[in-house]
């Protein structure tokens, strides 16, 4: 695991905020993260998605809010910010859209170390999410492409939607593919006895007569 302290403009909040975090990490339970460091340039999310650090740490008056903040956060890491009551709004409007965890400045070792457990918890919350969203959004495409299937099957061959889908069910089966990949391969199959559309007319192509049996010109 990495946390990396996120190096702005004042080296001092960076100094202290660093030694806080290097002490959380030197503890034994904490053995197995890294402690690197980061400036913040125009490249960090570049940076960011290359390394695929778990955590930034930062202190606020040292790296203030700005566009980047939504370009690192769009990498899938956590952000820890160590920041003032009066200073922390910037900040949190990012935290309602990312796994963004507020602390108070003067930073403590406990205090970061819960903020770093709180952010990746987050960010698997937000995996989680993610990940169901997608398998939903799937199951919706395959729910399309199995109707549309059906929909072929129960035109071309008169049979009920009922049968049509046991047919798909068997031919799966049958063969141990996804009942979707059968209903793809009737889509495709569909189209062999479509008239050729891709730039022709379904009109029989009309050849021009020879020019020799055309009328020569007029003199």
Partial sequence: MQAWLLQGVQEN?????????????SRPENREWTVDYLRLTTGIAVTVQTRRPDVLVLAEPS??????????MAQGVGLVVATSLERAEPYRSFAE??????????????????AILNVLSHLRRQQT??????????????????????????DRLGISEKE???????LS?????????IAQFVLAAKSLFV????????????????????PGPTL
């Fill in 63 to 72: 790296c203030p809010a700005g566009s980047w903040v939504a370009e690192v």
């Fill in 13 to 25: 909040d960076k100094d202290e905020l660093g030694g806080v975090l290097r002490q959380w990490s």
């Fill in 164 to 170: 049509a889908y046991q047919r798909l069910r068997v």
């Fill in 195 to 214: 008239p050729e559309t891709n730039g022709s007319s379904n009109t029989p192509h009309r050849e021009e007569p020879p020019a020799l049996d055309r």
């Fill in 129 to 154: 999410g993610q990940t169901r969203i997608d398998q939903l959004q799937q199951r919706l495409n395959d729910r399309i492409v199995i109707e549309r299937a059906k929909g072929i099957l129960v």
């Fill in 173 to 181: 089966r049958q063969q141990r593919r996804q009942i979707r990949d």
């Fill in 97 to 114: 859209l990312h796994a963004i965890q507020l602390i108070p400045l003067p930073a403590s070792v406990e205090g970061i170390g819960l």
